[in-house]
């Protein structure tokens, strides 16, 4: 399987987090790549770059102004006179008004985030703009005949809206990829998210829309980040109805409930008569992650990867959350090697 990478991604580095109240280094760290980076190697899976790909392509999915903010608010957090890593302290919640984008860069901040553990430093537009067309590379490779193709993307995506950054994304790369799929020609895409947290804004960018399913495996939202989305009941609206579905897990969960799920996921999917398929590919669901409660072993993987391999779609497999224990190597070419 070709796997497209740009190790840009390491511009992307020394962010601290708010987590469980206290500032502590982002779990999301550039390790988690280069323990990937020495599994794909000793699987003889070579990486290639991403293509250029123009600002332009990363507004079939996100707002102008958002992408804006993210490309500019290092700039602008270093004309107020602050250094360091950029975390916001302040959001628009029930009651407070959303109508206006405030100038400074703090109450901008808040404006676009929807947490305090996802920091931008100087470097993290680069990685996340190399991250999207990773993703948008990979997904043209597809349409260009490939069977399918991994990118290797860090930042990862999943939680990142229209235009709202949060959970270490900033931009929509599974999004990205599967509009790039429609733009390309194939009908019907699916996007099978099988990271321990909801991809909330993958299921936000497509919720309305019926030529792209999004369906979602993760930690139950009731216990589990990102808290406010990935419920059962959430099913689409207007012309998207029916065309989202949950299956929101408790923390413990193992293998043999797992499994299950992702059967039920995999048939529904059959059943939409996708063309082409994107996996937002978290391997957080790992029994020795440090921040999320899955039990899945490292056996489980293959096991993973084998029957998403079995609805036989042209697949783009995009690299989601995992965080840095060594064994995230291991796990991720696990799913790869058996797809
Ligand atoms: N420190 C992905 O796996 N942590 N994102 C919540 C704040 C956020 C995970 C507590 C976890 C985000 C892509
Ligand atoms: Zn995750």
Request: charged share 20%.
């Amino acid at each position: 399987m070709r796997v497209i990478h740009s190790p840009l991604h390491a511009r992307h580095d020394g962010g601290i987090e708010l987590h469980r109240g206290e500032l502590v280094p982002s779990f999301e760290m550039p390790a988690r790549i280069a323990y990937i980076l020495s599994a794909l190697e000793r699987a003889r899976m070579p990486v290639e770059a991403p293509r250029d790909f123009p600002l332009q392509a990363l507004l079939s999915v996100h707002d102008a102004g958002f992408v804006d903010f993210l490309r500019n608010a290092y700039a602008q957090w270093r004309v107020a006179g602050m250094s360091g890593s950029m975390l916001p302290s302040g959001f628009p919640a029930r009651g407070l008004r959303r109508d206006r984008i405030p100038a400074g860069i703090n109450g901008m901040m808040g404006y676009y985030a929807f947490d305090a553990g996802t920091p931008i430093v100087e470097g993290t537009w680069d990685a996340v703009l190399a991250s999207a067309q990773s993703a948008l590379t990979a997904a043209a490779v597809v349409a260009e005949g490939e069977r399918s193709t991994f990118a290797l993307c860090r930042p990862p995506g999943h939680h990142a809206g229209h235009s709202t950054y949060g959970g270490y994304c900033y931009l929509n790369n599974a999004a990205l990829a599967a509009q790039e799929l429609r733009d390309r020609g194939f009908a019907r895409v699916a996007v099978l998210d099988v990271d321990y947290h909801h991809g909330n804004g993958t299921q936000e960018i497509f919720y309305a829309r019926e030529d792209v399913l999004f369906v979602s495996i993760h930690g139950t939202p009731d216990t589990e980040y990102p808290y406010f989305l990935g419920y059962g009941d959430e099913r689409g609206i207007d012309a998207g109805e029916g065309f989202t579905r949950n299956f929101p897990l408790p923390a413990g969960t193992g293998w043999d409930d797992y499994r299950v799920a992702l059967a039920e996921a995999l048939e529904d999917i059959g059943r939409y008569g996708a063309d082409a398929l994107v996996v937002s590919l978290g391997v957080d669901t790992f029994e020795g992650d440090p921040i999320s409660a899955f039990k899945l072993g490292s056996r489980h993987f293959p096991q993973i990867g084998a029957m998403i391999a079995g609805l036989r779609l042209p697949t783009v497999l995009v690299q989601e959350g995992g965080y840095a224990v060594e064994e995230i190597g291991e796990n991720v070419v696990g799913v790869l090697a058996a797809f």
